[in-house]
């Protein structure tokens, strides 16, 4: 009885990195570091170190859409968190990534300096515009730390608010997933307006300095892409760890049975509304890192549609399990970007198509397919 | 009575016409092909305050440029006649080529004047209305005269009352106070803005002097002004109500289907929205085979449209129900996804058959036009005709719900599922019809929306979250829930956005909606009892 209360206590006293660190398994361990080998050494060579005309250079499209992939990946993992193991659909992701989109996009837009086409201290719309200042949200946007205070404060602000009115009402299944919709939506509709003051229609585009290097240089985007995927790496091995810890127990034991939970003392909203706003942090920070390297943002990122697609990396990965949404983003994007090169025609038929089938044979996404493949063939064997 | 009037009325204007029959004046003719802007303006007034027929002939011909100069004669070209300008007899030695009369924009817009004072004498009363009406904006004291002599021939009390106000305004420069001072208090009972900032330039500062001198025409000018900006704001409002009623009417049609299917099932169809547009697009084709087959009754086709929209929408989604929503029963979010697959499809094969472009859907002749229900109130019919079908769409719909074996199973269904399957109702026969009908009702505002919006591929987007917002304001399961909903969405949306603008109007509902929910998680009616709790 004592050694047990012994060993609890020594275990909460073990540094964060530690117990972050004892929540991997060895096949965890092994696949992070092979990981972090292609992405930081392998990659950046194959990139950099190869002449341009060898079968192994990797072209600037092929790390701009690797970039972009993994930033949608975070995305992905971030959706997981909500949907996956609280049980909660949001169709309003989009509008975080795109809110740390454009939190960092401000400050680009002040890199581009007096290079843009009326060569004026102010952004080009605004000039265009014909705004004589910046509105009073613009201060400080030159500075790269106060960007990255705002794309971690900004979105996470608002999932907060909308999160605490939503979740205190017991706002749920549905009505929340249509309510997050329409949030996004508006915010759309908010950002189309010149006057809001975030370049109406065509958004924040034609970047060219980031902390002084040239975004646009191999180097750039060797740098930012080894960011995203460390960015993912981290996410990973935070979402794994949080899921194993008390809290991801109880928030999939809200998930099943909401009343059983408040029954036994908890408070679900404040286990609700922190992995929500976790999960939109984590994709305003894939926005910030998306922007850089795919070069604009722009309102359309906040649209529907978008959001929706997120749903489906998710579900095609395979919700409630970590590494499934990774698969699901990577898989359903090198197919978008195979069929609008190939027949842009049928891409829409194409993801309507894996949206049914999809929740209709394979509620569980390619990770659950995997599994039950396996265990058949265990069956077999034994 | 009003037959013998306009025939004395007629002669009257015959009586006049021919006692001035004679030639006209040369020197005023000469006056009108001379070099003059100025000149040729006294012409016009001057041929005008004759009233002679053949001056209108005259003016109308240099109005299109027919009116040529000859050897210091003037003679006019009609139906490729030339005629004397003088007396209207043919001209004989009419040269081939000639100068017309120069018409400038200044001389042009006081033809045109004179034109529309010459129809104020037309037996015809609309020709005399649309005169009167035209005569509203920019009047001037050479046509105190005609407005004098048209005031004591007209007795329609509409145009009569046109008049007066043309008159007033035609005098509002007059060289006499007390004069200007009758002008500015008749004008007070106009209701139009352009008379207002007509009044307003009376009270504009010159350096010291008004350019009104008189101080009681002054005061006088301001309470009309007062006057007509009440009559305005009651008109702005009762448009702003009309088009409320309006756009709820089409929210009605849009989320009636979707209060009947959520009710039921407690999935929410996210390709609701492409069922409206299913609608429309079949809108399209009936007018299409209409043209091709029936042009005499090509004007009738919208209502040949709505049967077969109804049908091809609820066919769509039972084939929707069957094939997919049936077999993710319990699972709301994966319903909602699957559902998005299906619009995506949809809205996919729209563009692929129909073209990404929107389609042409033309208004019959009898839904174009509007009525003046007020001056600044025009009310356009298609939007009166839609408002009326939404009612008579709900009315079938609570017959059927209400008096019907099948709306009451529905409704049975919608309230306890597990009990109404216990006394024997055939829960999934009443989900496909269920579904079948939310989704002919869907079709059934596609056709509405044809006749108002565009039709394209991407319709039926933007419908889905505002037809959800009025299900949940309504609460599930209810027809009048929903009805107020979407009456209250569609005036509220409209008034907000009279001093928001459409998007901050938007975002403010959508504010509002939320915190309605905090205060009334169930609706605005909600049902009572137990129901609520086993539906989803």
Known sequence: MEVCDVKTTTFSRTPFVFRIAQSLDRRAWIALVVAALVAFVLIPLLHLAIPADSIFHLSDYFITLGGKILCYAIVAVALDLIWGFAGILSLGHGLFFALGGYAFGMYLMRQIGRDGSYQSDLPDFMVFLGWKELPWYWYGSDSFLWSVLLVLVVPTLVAFVFGFFAFRSRINGVYFTIITQALTFAAMLLFFRNETGFGGNNGFTDFKRILGFSITSPETRVVLFALSALALMLTLVFVNYLMKSKFGRVLVAIRDAESRVMFLGYNPLWYKLSVWTLSAMLCAIAGALYVPQVGIINPSEMSAANSIEMAVWVAVGGRGTIIGPVIGAGIVNLAKSWFTMSFPQYWLFFLGTLFIVITLFLPDGLVGLWNRLRRMRGGESA | ?536
């Open chain 2, 1 to 536: 009575m009003n037959f013998i009037i306009s025939h004395l009325l007629s002669l009257l204007l015959l009586l006049v016409t021919t006692s001035a029959a004679a030639a006209l004046d040369p020197a005023v003719l000469r006056d009108l092909a001379s070099d003059d802007s100025d000149k040729k303006i006294a012409a016009i007034g001057e041929l005008l305050a004759s009233g002679d027929k053949q001056a209108e002939a005259v003016l109308r011909a240099m109005n299109d440029n027919a009116l040529f100069v000859a050897n210091d004669r003037l003679f006019y070209r009609v139906d490729g006649k030339a005629l004397d300008a003088a007396t209207g007899a043919a001209f004989p030695d009419a040269p081939d080529y000639a100068d017309s009369v120069v018409v400038n924009n200044r001389v042009r817009g006081k033809l045109q004047n004179a034109l529309a004072a010459f129809q104020l004498f037309n037996p015809d009363r609309d020709a005399r209305l649309a005169a009167a009406k035209e005569l509203q904006s920019n009047i001037d004291s050479s046509l105190i005269p005609v407005l004098k002599k048209a005031l004591t021939l007209e007795i329609d009390p509409q145009i009569k009352k046109l008049l007066v106000l043309a008159h007033a305004q035609a005098k509002l420069h007059s060289p006499d106070p007390k004069e200007r001072l009758v002008a500015v208090r008749t004008l007070s009972e106009s209701n139009s803005a352009e008379v207002k900032s007509l009044l307003l330039s009376l009270l504009q500062k010159n350096g010291d002097t008004y350019a009104e001198p008189d101080p009681t025409v002054r005061e006088a000018a301001l309470a009309a002004i007062k006057s007509i900006e009440s009559h305005l704001a009651w008109g702005e409002a009762l448009s702003n109500v009309f088009s409320g009623l309006s756009l709820g009417s089409i929210l009605l049609l849009a989320a009636l289907g979707l209060a009947i299917t959520y009710g039921v099932m407690g999935v929410i169809n996210m390709a609701h929205g492409e069922l409206l547009m299913v609608g429309a697009y079949t809108t399209y084709v009936v007018q299409n085979i209409f043209r091709t087959h029936f042009p005499d009754l090509a004007d009738y086709y919208v209502i040949a449209a709505i049967p077969v929209a109804f049908v091809v929408a609820a066919l769509v989604g039972m084939v929707l129900e069957r094939l997919v929503i049936r077999h993710l029963y319990g699972r709301p979010l994966d319903t909602l996804l699957a559902t998005w697959g299906i619009s995506l499809i949809l809205i996919q094969a729209a563009r692929v058959l129909f073209g990404p472009q929107n389609v042409e859907v033309r208004n019959p002749d009898w839904m174009s036009g509007s009525i003046e229900v007020l001056a600044n109130v025009v009310l356009p019919w298609n939007r009166v005709i839609i408002i009326g079908f939404a009612v008579g769409v709900l009315a079938l719909v609570w017959l059927l719900l209400s008096k019907t074996r099948l709306g009451l199973y529905v409704r049975a269904v919608t309230q306890n599922r597990s009990m109404a399957s216990c006394v024997g109702v055939h829960t999934g026969r009443i989900d496909m019809l269920a579904f079948g009908l939310g989704s002919g009702i869907a079709g059934l505002g596609g056709v509405a929306l044809s006749q108002i919006s565009n039709v394209g591929p991407d319709m039926g987007q933007g419908y889905i979250v505002d037809s959800f917002m009025v299900v949940v304001l309504g609460g599930v399961g209810q027809l009048a829930g929903a009805v107020w909903a979407a009456l209250g969405m569609g005036i509220l949306t409209k008034l907000i956005e009279g001093w928001t603008g459409a998007v901050i109007a938007k975002i403010l509902i959508l504010v509002f909606i939320i915190l309605f929910i905090q205060k009334r998680p169930q609706g605005l009616f909600a049902l009572k009892g137990r129901a609520v709790y086993g539906g989803v």
